[in-house]
C-alpha cells in the first residue's frame, strides 16, 4: 500500500534540480538509507523531496511523507508519522509506539520514509530514527531540515542554490531563471525572456542569490513592480520579499518568516554570534571573528558557535588554501543586520569590524609594499568587500576625525588591489571623494599622503601628469620617512621620464638611490635600478640598459615580487626586439606574461601582449599580430590606461593597413591620433601617425600588380618623407619612441620586400594557391577565384592557417587553435568543437584544396612546399576570372 500525504504548497510545476534529484538517487543506490537533505531556509527542501518522492511512487515504492512541521517532541513525531502509516498511536507507551512503528517499516520492503521539516526536534527526536533504521533494514529515510540529523551512516546532501547565468546568452537556460519565468507566468501567460528584460532577470536572480523562496515571492511581484522595478528595490529585500500565495505558511510565504523561523530555534550564543557577523560584507575568517564576535558568545568558542550556525546552515563555509572562509546568504545577514540593531549592539560591533581590518590592512599594505608577493594583494582583494563596507560605514554619516581616519586607512588597504586589478577611473572617483571628504579633518600626516600618492598613480594612468606630479610632491611635503621618500622621488622621475626628460628623470632616480642607501628596501631598490636601466633604454644604451634590468630582475626575484619582475621582463624583451634578438625577446615576454597574468595585473598584461605583437608582426605571422593587439585593446578599455589604449589602436591600425584594409586602418589611427592629442603626449601621436605608412604600403604594392610603376614610386616615396621625418629633431622622434622605432623598422622592411618582388602578385599565374586580402578570395592551383566572404568560419581557419605557415612551416594547428580561429570566443564542447573544424576543413578541400590543406602529427597545415600567392588587393580588381561560392 502507497502513502502520499497532502502538501500546503503551491501545485506549481516542478523546475529544474535534475542533477539534484539524480544525486539522491545515486545516494540510496549506493546503499545509503538516511539521506539528510539540508540547507537554509528557502532552498526548496520540501520541493525537491515532494519532487523524489513523487517519481519513487511512481516507480513502485511504497512512500510515506511525514510533514513534521507542528511537532515539538518525539511524541509529537511518533504520532504523525503512525497516522501517515495509516496505523494511528496505540497506546501511551512511547518505547513501544516507536517499536511498533519499525515493525510496521520492516514489513514492507519498498519503503520510503520522507520526514520533512525535522530542524525544531533533531535534538528530540533524531534517536527515533536511529531506532527505525536498526529494525526496519530495507527502509530508506529522506529527511529535509536545515541542520544535520548527526546519526551514523547518515548521508547528508547541502542543497545548493539554483543555478545562475553565466553569461548573457544563457539567461535562458538557467534554472533561477526558469524558474521565476514559470510563476511570473502564473499571473501573466505571455512573460517570457526578451531582449528588453534578459539583462535585468540576470542581475534580479543573481542578487536573489538563486534562492528558490526568493525568487517565486519575486515573481509574485512582476506583475505590479516588473523585472526592473524588482530589481532596484532589492535594497529593500526583506519587504519586498513578501506577500507570497494566501494558501502557504506564514514561514513559506514571506523570506523574513522563513529565516525568522531559523532564528527563533537558536540558542543566545547562537543569535549573538549571528548578529554580530552580519556586519561583515562578503564573508570574514576565523581570525575576523574572533576579533569581532568577542560579545555574547556566553561559554562557548567563537568556533563552536560558527560551527553549530554552519550546521543549522545560517552560515556557508568554502575552503581557501589553507584557511576556511564564511558568509551568509545575503537575505539572512539582512535579517540578522536588523536583529543587531535591535539588540542596540550594532555601534559596537561595526567598531570593531573597523579597527580589525584597518589593523591587518595595514599589514599587508606594508608588506605589499616591502616585497610586492601576490599572496597579499590576494589577501587584500579577498576582503575587499569588507574594505569597502569599512569605508561606506566611515563616510555614511557624520564624519570626525576619527572617521576620517578609518576612511583613508580603508583605501591605503585597498591601494595594491586599487593599483593592480582595478580601472584608473575606479581608483580616482574613489580617491578624489575620500580626499575630498577628509580634507578638513585632522589626521596622521603620512597617512593622508600615501593617499595622496595612491591618487597621483591613478592620475598619471589618466594622463594627467601635472596633476599626478603635484600630489606626488604634496605627499613628499609630509614624510620624513626615508624609503616612502624614495619611493616619491622614483615616482616624480616617472612622471618626467614620461614627458621624454631623461635627464631630470635620471636625478630623481638618483635622488632616490642616495636617499635608500641609509635605509633597507630591496624591493624599492630593485625598481629604482630598473627605471634608471629604461633611461639607458630611451637613450639607446641598450648594454647598459641591459646591465641594469638583469640587476633589478635579480632583486625582484629575492623579494617575490613577480608583478615587477614581469615589468622588467618585458622591458629587456623590448631591448632584444631593439637588437633583433627576436628568440630571447620571445622568451623574456613570454615569461613577463606569465608573470603579470600569476599576479592579475590587466593594464601591464596588455602592454605586454602588445610587444608580443611587435614581435610577431617582425615574424610577419598578421594573423597572431591582429589577435595580440585585438585583447589587449580588450583589457585596457577595462582599465581605463588612455594612452596605452591609444598606442593599440594604432597598433592595430598598422595590422589592417598591412593587409590592405585602408578604411579600417584609417578610422583606427585618427581615432589614436585624436586621443593622445586630448591626453598632451605628442610623442605618442607622432608614433602613431607613422602607422600611415603601411596604408602607403598596401597602396604600392596594389598599384604595382596593377602595372603603375609610377603610382608605386609616388606611395614609397610618401612613406620615405614620414620616415624621414622621424628621424628629423633633437632629440628625433625615434630616439624618442620605441614605437616609431619598431615602426620604422616594419616599414623598411616592407619597402625592401615589394623592391625584391618580381611578379610575385601576377593574378595570372593559375598554378599557385592565390589567397586574396583577409582571405576573402581563394584560388586553387589550377581553378577560379571564389568568394569566401559569406564562409566566414571557413575564410577565418583557411587565413590563420596560411599566415601559420609562413611563421611557422611544416607545423600543424591543432583542433583548439583553428577552433578559436575559426570561431573566437565561442564557447563548445571538446566534442563539438572538433566537428566543426573537421566539417570546415573537408568545405576548404572541396573548394580545391585537397592537396593543399593536409594533416599532419601536429594538427592541419598548408602544404610546406605548396607555393602560395597572397595579394593585397581584392582579385575582382585585377582579373575576370573571379566566381562567388555562397553557403
Not at 775 to 793: M, Q, Y
Request: glycine share 8%; aromatic share 4%; net charge negative.
Amino acid at each position: 500500500m502507497n502513502f502520499i500525504a497532502p502538501l500546503n504548497i503551491s501545485g506549481a510545476c516542478f523546475v529544474g534540480r535534475d542533477g539534484d534529484l539524480d544525486a539522491l538517487e545515486s545516494l540510496f543506490a549506493d546503499g545509503r538509507r538516511l539521506v539528510t537533505l539540508w540547507a537554509t531556509a528557502g532552498m526548496g527542501k520540501t520541493r525537491l523531496a515532494t519532487e523524489y518522492a513523487r517519481r519513487a511512487h511512481h516507480a513502485g515504492a511504497s512512500v510515506a511523507f511525514c510533514d513534521l512541521t507542528e511537532c515539538r517532541s518525539q511524541a509529537d513525531v511518533v504520532s504523525a508519522v503512525s497516522a501517515v502509516l495509516g496505523s494511528p498511536f496505540a497506546s501511551g507507551d512511547l518505547d513501544g509506539e516507536v517499536q511498533r512503528i519499525g515493525r510496521i517499516l520492516a514489513g514492507r520492503p519498498r519503503q520510503l520514509v520522507v520526514l520533512d521539516n525535522f530542524e525544531q526536534i533533531v535534538e528530540s527526536a533524531a534517536q527515533t530514527v536511529a531506532q527505525w533504521l536498526s529494525v526496519a533494514s530495507r527502509c530508506r529515510f529522506l529527511v529535509t531540515s536545515r541542520e544535520r540529523l548527526r546519526l551514523r551512516g547518515e548521508a547528508s546532501y547541502e542543497l545548493a542554490p539554483l543555478s545562475l547565468p553565466m553569461a548573457s546568452d544563457d539567461v535562458s537556460a538557467s534554472e533561477a531563471v526558469a524558474l521565476f519565468c514559470d510563476r511570473a507566468q502564473d499571473l501573466d501567460p505571455g512573460f517570457a525572456v526578451d531582449d528588453e528584460n534578459r539583462d535585468a532577470l540576470s542581475r534580479l536572480v543573481h542578487r536573489l542569490e538563486g534562492i528558490p523562496l526568493a525568487i517565486e515571492l519575486a515573481a509574485a511581484r512582476v506583475d505590479v513592480l516588473g523585472v526592473w522595478g524588482l530589481l532596484e528595490r532589492l535594497t529593500e529585500r526583506l519587504l519586498v520579499l513578501g506577500g507570497g500565495q494566501r494558501d502557504l505558511s506564514p514561514r513559506q510565504a514571506t523570506l523574513r518568516g522563513a529565516i525568522a523561523w531559523s532564528w527563533d530555534l537558536l540558542a543566545e550564543d547562537e543569535r549573538a554570534g549571528l548578529a554580530h557577523s552580519a556586519v561583515f560584507q562578503g564573508g570574514f575568517t576565523l581570525e575576523a571573528a574572533e576579533t569581532v564576535l568577542d560579545a555574547g558568545m556566553g561559554g562557548r568558542s567563537v568556533l563552536e558557535v560558527l560551527q553549530s550556525l554552519r550546521d543549522k546552515s545560517l552560515l556557508r563555509v568554502r575552503r581557501e588554501a589553507r584557511t576556511l572562509r564564511f558568509s551568509h546568504y545575503e537575505s539572512v545577514r539582512r535579517f540578522a543586520l536588523d536583529a543587531l540593531e535591535a539588540r542596540g549592539e550594532e555601534t559596537a560591533a561595526i567598531g570593531r569590524h573597523g579597527a580589525f581590518y584597518a589593523r591587518v590592512g595595514a599589514i599587508w599594505a606594508a608588506a605589499f609594499q616591502g616585497t610586492g608577493a601576490p599572496i597579499h594583494v590576494q589577501c587584500i582583494a579577498q576582503e575587499m568587500d569588507n574594505f569597502s563596507m569599512m569605508l561606506d560605514r566611515a563616510l555614511g554619516g557624520e564624519v570626525d576625525d576619527e572617521q576620517a581616519t578609518r576612511a583613508l586607512q580603508a583605501v591605503v588597504a585597498m591601494g595594491p588591489v586599487l593599483t593592480v586589478r582595478r580601472s584608473a577611473d575606479t581608483q580616482l572617483e574613489l580617491l578624489e571623494n575620500v580626499l575630498a571628504v577628509t580634507e578638513s579633518h585632522t589626521v596622521d600626516r603620512v597617512l593622508r599622503a600615501r593617499v595622496f600618492r595612491l591618487r597621483g598613480r591613478a592620475r598619471l594612468l589618466r594622463g594627467r601628469r601635472d596633476d599626478a606630479l603635484q600630489d606626488y610632491r604634496r605627499a613628499l611635503e609630509s614624510i620624513s620617512d626615508g624609503v616612502m621618500s624614495a619611493a616619491l622621488h622614483a615616482d616624480i622621475g616617472v612622471v618626467h621620464h614620461q614627458r621624454r626628460a631623461l635627464e631630470r628623470a635620471m636625478a630623481c632616480y638618483q635622488d632616490a638611490l642616495s636617499v635608500l642607501a641609509a635605509t633597507s628596501a630591496p624591493r624599492l631598490h630593485a625598481r629604482v635600478l630598473g627605471n634608471i636601466g629604461a633611461v639607458h633604454h630611451d637613450r639607446g644604451e641598450y648594454d647598459d640598459a641591459i646591465t641594469q634590468y638583469r640587476r633589478a630582475l635579480g632583486g625582484f626575484a629575492d623579494v617575490g615580487d613577480r608583478r615587477l619582475e614581469g615589468i622588467f621582463l618585458a622591458n629587456l624583451g623590448v631591448v632584444e626586439l631593439e637588437l633583433d634578438r627576436r628568440q630571447d625577446a620571445r622568451v623574456h615576454l613570454s615569461r613577463a606574461l606569465s608573470a603579470l597574468e600569476e599576479v592579475g595585473d590587466e593594464r601591464l598584461t596588455a602592454i605586454t601582449l602588445g610587444n608580443l605583437g611587435i614581435l610577431s608582426h617582425l615574424d610577419g605571422d598578421l594573423g597572431a599580430v591582429e589577435r595580440f593587439h585585438t585583447r589587449a585593446l580588450g583589457l585596457l578599455r577595462t582599465v581605463g590606461d588612455r594612452r596605452s589604449e591609444a598606442l593599440c589602436l594604432g597598433r592595430l591600425g598598422a595590422v589592417h593597413g598591412a593587409t590592405g584594409a585602408e578604411k579600417e586602418a584609417l578610422e583606427l589611427i585618427d581615432r589614436a591620433e585624436i586621443a593622445l592629442e586630448q591626453i598632451g603626449d605628442d610623442t605618442a601621436r607622432r608614433a602613431v601617425g607613422l602607422a600611415r605608412g603601411f596604408v602607403e604600403l598596401a597602396r604600392a604594392s596594389t598599384a604595382r600588380v596593377l602595372g603603375r610603376e609610377p603610382e608605386s614610386k609616388a606611395h614609397l616615396t610618401t612613406i620615405s618623407a614620414l620616415v624621414y621625418a622621424a628621424r628629423q629633431g633633437e632629440p628625433s622622434l625615434l630616439e624618442q619612441s620605441d614605437d616609431a622605432r619598431f615602426t620604422v623598422r616594419l616599414l623598411e622592411e616592407g619597402i625592401r620586400l615589394l623592391e625584391c618582388k618580381s611578379g610575385a602578385d601576377d593574378v595570372g599565374d593559375h598554378t599557385v594557391l592565390g589567397v586574396g586580402p583577409q582571405a576573402n578570395w581563394i584560388r586553387p592551383p589550377g581553378g577560379e577565384w571564389t568568394d569566401l566572404r559569406r564562409k566566414v568560419s571557413a575564410r577565418r581557419v583557411l587565413l590563420r592557417l596560411v599566415e601559420h605557415r609562413h611563421a611557422h612551416p611544416g607545423i600543424g594547428l591543432d583542433i583548439d587553435a583553428l577552433r578559436e580561429a575559426g570561431w573566437p570566443g565561442e564557447k563548445m564542447m571538446p566534442k563539438a568543437a572538433k566537428n566543426r573544424v573537421h566539417v570546415t576543413i573537408n568545405q576548404l578541400r572541396k573548394l580545391g584544396l585537397r592537396d593543399v590543406v593536409v594533416r599532419a602529427e601536429s594538427g592541419y597545415l598548408i602544404d610546406p612546399d605548396a607555393p602560395i600567392q597572397r595579394l593585397t588587393v581584392d582579385p575582382r580588381a585585377l582579373s575576370s576570372d573571379a566566381t562567388s561560392s555562397g553557403d
